[in-house]
Every structure is written in C-alpha cells, then in structure tokens.
C-alpha cells in the first residue's frame, strides 16, 4: 500500500503542528549531520519554533562556520568594485567603438576611406549625401530670403528718411520768410516798450514751433 503524499501547508492543528515540528527538526539535523560526514562540508543550522525556542546544530562550531560566513561576505563586497571596474570598462569599449565608427562615417561623407566598400554601400552613401545637400540648400534659401527682406525693409526706411530730409530747405526758407516779415512789419509800429516784448516773445514762440515741426535741434 502506497503511502499517502501530505500537502505542505501549514497544520491548523497546534498539537500536530508541534510533533511534526518535533519529527521533521530531529530529521532535518540527521540529514545535515550525514551531508557533513559523506561529503566533508561543515554545516550549521539555526531553527526558531514558533515559540521562539531555539534549536541549532553545527558540524564544527556554530561560532565558527558564522566566522567563515563573515569572511565569505567581506571578500565577496571587495570583488564587486572590480566587478564594477569590468562593466565601466566594457561600457568604454562600447563608446569607443561607437566614436570610431561614427568617425569612419564621417571621413566616408567627405570622400575617404571608400576603398573598403561596396558598390551597395557607395549608392547608400550617395543618397545619403544627396539629402544632405538637399537640406543645405532649403536652409541656404531661407537665409537668402531673410537677408533680401531685411534689405527691402532697410531700403523703405532709408527713402523715408531721404523724403523727410528734402522737406528741411523748403521749411527752413518759409521759415526765413516768415521771420523776415514779421521783423519788417515790427519796424513800422511805434516805439514802444510792451509791444516790443510781445513780438519777440511771439518770434520766439513760432521758431521754437518751426523747429518741432522741421526736426531741427
């Protein structure tokens, strides 16, 4: 009669679940105890039950397997920095060979190194020059339609200015006319001192006037 296969999960029952616990320790020790005898391996175990008892077995010591632990650990953390070492290094052959063939690449678009190619390659390399140039010369033509605007705005400006410019003789002249005038006609009025104040203030007023108007300093 074939024995019946127990599901492992957790035993509801507290009074099975401590003579389980009690078989499968006993059990468990043996096994490590035999593991140390066959194969010369030094072993140390630590089991807590429920209740927080402890239970342990070592084949040696138990302080000194946990020594060698220790040991183990330390010498395993001073290995990861050369660890690290061998990935950055690796990372910087990846970067190297990337820079390399990027320079090839780039010495190829200016005509050298094309010995190695193929006629496939060559055609590759022709299109790919072909839409540079492409977009070299959409970038040239808008500078170009920049520059010739910037030009026409300039141009309108400076006929503007020109315009303005022509117009100051001609006001200046009226502007001469109007002072001759108004001193020949001061010239027929009686003497008289408040009268005389008046016209130069007026005379004042309208050439500080003229000049706002001319643009004259």
Same mark, same amino acid.
């Given at each position: 009669?074939?024995?019946?296969?127990?599901? %492992?999960?957790?035993?509801?029952? %507290?009074?099975?679940?401590?003579?389980?616990? !009690?078989?499968?320790?006993?059990?468990?020790?043996?096994?490590?105890?035999?593991? !140390?005898?066959?194969?010369?391996?030094?072993?140390?175990?630590?089991?807590?039950?429920?209740?927080?008892?402890?239970?342990?077995?070592?084949?040696?010591?138990?302080?000194?397997?946990?020594?060698?632990?220790?040991?183990?650990?330390?010498?395993?953390?001073?290995?990861?920095? !050369?660890?690290?070492?061998?990935?950055?290094?690796?990372?910087?052959? %990846?970067?190297?060979?990337?820079?390399?063939?990027?320079?090839?690449?780039? *010495?190829?678009?200016?005509?050298?190194?094309?010995? *190695?190619?193929?006629?496939?390659?060559?055609?590759?390399?022709?299109?790919?020059?072909?839409?540079?140039?492409?977009?070299?010369?959409?970038?040239?033509?808008?500078?170009?339609?920049?520059?010739?605007?910037?030009?026409?705005?300039?141009?309108?400006?400076?006929?503007?200015?020109?315009?303005?410019?022509?117009?100051?003789?001609?006001? %200046?002249?009226?502007?001469?006319?109007?002072?001759?005038?108004?001193?020949?006609?001061?010239?027929?009025?009686?003497?008289?001192?408040? !009268?005389?104040?008046?016209?130069?203030? *007026?005379?004042?007023?309208?050439?500080?006037?003229?000049?706002?108007?001319?643009?004259?300093?």
């Amino acid at each position: 009669m074939t024995r019946k296969r127990i599901q %492992i999960k957790k035993i509801d029952n %507290i009074s099975s679940r401590q003579v389980t616990f !009690s078989k499968r320790r006993k059990g468990l020790f043996k096994k490590a105890q035999e593991l !140390s005898t066959l194969c010369d391996a030094d072993i140390a175990l630590i089991v807590f039950s429920a209740t927080s008892k402890l239970f342990e077995y070592a084949s040696s010591s138990m302080q000194q397997v946990i020594e060698r632990r220790d040991r183990h650990s330390a010498m395993h953390r001073l290995d990861r920095p !050369s660890i690290e070492l061998q990935i950055e290094s690796d990372s910087n052959d %990846i970067l190297r060979k990337k820079v390399e063939e990027k320079s090839r690449e780039l *010495g190829q678009l200016n005509g050298e190194d094309l010995q *190695g190619l193929t006629l496939q390659d060559l055609q590759k390399l022709e299109e790919h020059l072909k839409r540079g140039l492409t977009n070299v010369s959409k970038v040239k033509d808008e500078k170009v339609m920049q520059e010739i605007s910037t030009l026409k705005r300039k141009g309108e400006e400076l006929m503007v200015e020109n315009q303005r410019l022509k117009q100051v003789p001609s006001l %200046i002249h009226v502007h001469r006319q109007s002072s001759e005038s108004i001193i020949s006609n001061s010239s027929n009025l009686p003497e008289d001192g408040g !009268s005389d104040t008046s016209l130069k203030l *007026g005379l004042v007023n309208f050439n500080h006037h003229l000049k706002l108007c001319v643009g004259m300093p």
